[in-house]
């Protein structure tokens, strides 16, 4: 069900300074509309609201969410209703306007209201409206959500042979919840290192996200490194700089949220010493170029 994302050599000067091999794997190829690491986060979920024989999907995220632009691009795309919960008030964004094209019905909850989302009550007056619908939880999360994110690991081995690569050392993405990076970590069969670049600071349960979903005896296996540039949506000239000058070096799409912000701590840590030469990492292209439209907050630094 899941289509395959482009592995590609990554081509930009100091990676070949350093010697050190990258390649990306293009998740924000796969699909126009249900793109990036959400679709991969969403198969065992829908897959489950399947099993339940539930009607349709209801979740919940912001008004730039990826999560709740894949969801409702799904939803229109195989012919299941979606309800989508919201943060804050009432406003147009791009993403909001693509989630009322995509026919997903939303409800907006306030910001107290939201942040009531982790309450046990939470979900029981939805339950209620809504019995037919199947709950995902936000982002997509969960141990569902890393289960199906064994499939992009089974997507960059298929290909590495296509790059003259035999193998590969460790793989390098942007974290939110940890979710993705937490797939990748109970799906690699060897000890290649997961390295996550956080979006957002350390403190924010990144850690304890990964760790309820992989066991504390992974920790080996995985490294997290905050690369928020202090916090979560913070966007900051040299950022913008250096995500326009990555795209033309390299040709590939990068958003300011997490792929640049990834990019940028993989060029800091490149820089700083840590891999030896002749290391082959696999950068996961998570997408979110759909909120790269919302540029408000971009052009205030142009
Ligand atoms: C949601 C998202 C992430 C974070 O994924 P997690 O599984 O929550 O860590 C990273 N990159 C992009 C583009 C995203 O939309």
């Known amino acids: ?25 293009r998740l924000d ?25 539930a009607d349709g999907v209801i979740s919940l995220g912001g008004a730039h969410s990826n999560h709740l632009h894949a969801l409702a691009a799904a939803g229109q795309r195989f012919g299941f209703p979606t309800v989508g919960l919201l943060r ?4 147009e964004t791009p993403t909001v306007l693509d989630l ?12 107290a209201g939201y942040r009531a989302r982790h309450d046990a009550n939470f979900w029981t007056p939805w339950r209620e409206r809504y019995p037919q619908l199947f709950p995902i939880p936000e982002g997509g999360g969960g141990r569902e959500g890393a ?38 970590v109970l799906a690699e069969s060897r000890p290649r290192k997961v390295y996550g670049a956080m979006a957002v600071p350390t403190g924010h349960g990144v850690a304890e996200n990964v760790t309820a979903i992989v ?6 296996r995985y490294e997290l490194l905050d690369a ?35 990019l940028l701590a993989l060029q800091q840590t490149v820089e700083a010493g840590r ?28």
């Not at 590495?160 to 990748?184: E, F, K, P, S």
């Not at 990492?281 to 630094?301: C, E, P």
């Open 1 to 25: 069900m899941l289509p395959q994302a482009p592995l590609q050599p990554l081509n930009l000067p100091w990676l070949a300074a350093s010697g050190v091999s990258v390649a990306i794997l």
């Open 29 to 53: 190829l796969i699909d126009p509309l249900i793109s990036g690491n959400k679709w991969f986060k969403l198969s065992h979920h829908l897959a489950a609201a399947r099993k339940t024989g």
């Open 88 to 91: 804050g008030h009432p406003v």
């Open 100 to 111: 009322q094209a995509f026919g997903m019905e939303l409800h907006w909850l306030g910001y």
């Open 147 to 184: 289960l199906g994110c064994a499939e992009i690991v089974r997507q960059a081995c298929d290909q590495r042979a296509g790059i003259g690569w035999d193998d590969y050392d460790g793989w390098w993405l942007a974290c939110g919840t940890g979710t993705t990076l937490a797939g990748l």
């Open 215 to 220: 066991g504390a005896d992974a920790h080996a």
């Open 228 to 262: 928020s540039r202090g916090g979560f949506g913070k966007i900051d000239a040299s950022l913008l700089a250096f995500i326009e000058t990555s795209e033309s070096q390299s040709g590939v799409p990068f958003e300011p949220l997490y792929t640049g912000k990834a």
């Open 275 to 302: 891999f030896a030469n002749g290391t082959r990492l696999v950068f996961v292209h998570t997408g979110g170029l759909q909120g790269k439209r919302a540029s408000g907050a971009l052009k205030r630094y142009r």
